[in-house]
């Protein structure tokens, strides 16, 4: 019988990397989804923004653990298994959020978010690690434009993801929201294991477990400015941001969840944008001089608003102004760094090298997260904005002993 599905049409490597990125876009979006469900149902609830912000700490905090161990999972059992256990981890913690309205306790839903934190690096690390056994070693800029393309839409459909959560919130109530996401999920998650290739990422050897922490410089000097860097936007953006439009602009919860789903959006856009403007026209990728620069330019943002609202500026001019400014800027230095840790990993067992990188990234985050909550209630939105713009040049200074720009294969 003769094969007619739109997939067999193109090459094997390309039809993985559509499965690939599908999976990921399927669970990115339950992912936004969950995540603002959780705030507007708890805010409905009586719960404040702090105490909301609690509930996403185990969720962060297991992404450190998950990226360390993940990663070398990842090289002793194959990516495609661990993409798979990751969207049904998901589906778990979906399930876990079906009990009784008396039953969803905090520890109850911390310990949800913790599931669904583990699921969501395990996701990440096996999507991005994938890509890199699909490009040839010698078409890094074909590389880089993958992995700008899959980070971007993933973050646009992040976006996407709090703007359906609202909906599902408001058309089927939390369980009936939660059920479809569950549902739907578990459609994807069957197509999945039928679909990706068992032997994809499987290191010829198995790794030791002694071999989770990275011995490359590069790798290492990446993951600090990655530490650096997502540490310096959830400073501000986590807590901080969402309790200042709240409380000091007067928006409601709608209009906060709306705002910055709208930013993430646009956030992802430029992320796929990112080999354009940063040297691909010129059959370039990007090495230390590139990274520092993008890293110090965005350092300005968090500075010049802190400086604007303590001289006294237009609040609104100055905080959502820079936000789209720091957006863009931000989009660029995150597509950078996403591609940079995927050409750097080693090819056979390439998972481990990019699990200690998102391990970094999640350390980031989460000390991004209790710096948020703990410097806006102590001293306010200026600090966090300070802390930032401290943190991005800590990040420049950092990616000055990256490797230099090189020329490359446009394939």
């Not at 094969?3 to 399927?26: M, V």
């Not at 998950?66 to 913690?93: C, D, E, P, V």
């Not at 940063?278 to 330019?297: E, F, S, Y």
């Amino acid at each position: 019988m003769v094969n007619t599905s739109p997939l067999s049409a193109i090459s094997p490597k390309l039809r993985q990397y559509l499965i690939i990125t599908g999976n990921y876009w399927a669970f990115t979006l339950t992912d936004g989804a969950l995540r603002m469900l959780v705030v507007l149902h708890f805010h409905d609830l009586g719960y404040s923004p702090l105490e909301i912000a609690s509930l996403f700490l185990f969720y962060e905090f297991f992404g450190v653990v998950t990226n360390l161990l993940g990663g070398w999972l990842g090289a002793r059992i194959g990516l495609n298994r661990t993409m798979n256990i990751g969207l049904g981890l998901q589906i778990a913690a979906l399930s876990m959020l079906l009990v009784p309205q008396d039953s969803l306790t905090v520890i109850w839903v911390m310990a949800a978010q913790a599931i669904s934190g583990i699921a969501k690096d395990l996701n990440k690390m096996s999507a991005k690690s994938a890509v890199k056994q699909l490009v040839p070693e010698n078409a890094q800029g074909a590389l880089y434009r993958w992995i700008a393309i899959l980070t971007g839409s993933k973050n646009t459909l992040k976006g996407a993801g709090f703007f359906l959560g609202g909906a599902l919130l408001t058309l089927l109530g939390f369980s009936g929201a939660v059920f479809a996401m569950a549902a739907s999920l578990s459609l994807v998650w069957i197509a999945s294991l039928l679909s990706l290739r068992a032997e994809l990422g499987k290191a010829k050897s198995k790794p030791k477990f002694s071999e989770i922490f990275s011995k490359s410089q590069s790798i290492n000097v990446l993951s600090a400015a990655r530490m650096a860097l997502f540490g310096a936007r959830d400073v501000w953006f986590v807590v901080a941001l969402p309790v200042y439009l709240a409380s000091e602009f007067g928006w409601d919860h709608w209009g906060v969840g709306g705002f910055l789903a709208s930013w993430v959006i646009g956030y992802g856009l430029v992320q796929t944008q990112a080999p354009k403007l940063t040297g691909k026209q010129k059959n370039l990728v990007p090495g230390h001089l590139t990274i520092a620069g993008w890293a110090g330019t965005l350092a300005v943002i968090p500075l010049g608003i802190a400086v604007a609202l303590q001289s006294g500026g237009s609040p609104e001019v100055a905080v959502l102004g820079g936000l789209m400014l720091f957006g863009v800027l931000f989009a660029v230095n995150s597509s950078l760094h996403s591609y940079l840790i995927v050409s750097f990993a080693k090819s056979d067992g390439v998972s481990l090298d990019v699990g200690f990188y998102y391990m970094a990234n999640a350390m980031g985050r989460l000390l991004g997260t209790l710096l948020s909550g703990w410097m806006y209630q102590a001293y306010g939105l200026e600090a966090c904005l300070w802390t930032s713009g401290i943190m991005l040049t800590v990040a420049s200074v950092i990616s000055l002993r990256l490797p230099a720009e090189k020329s490359v294969s446009t394939q």
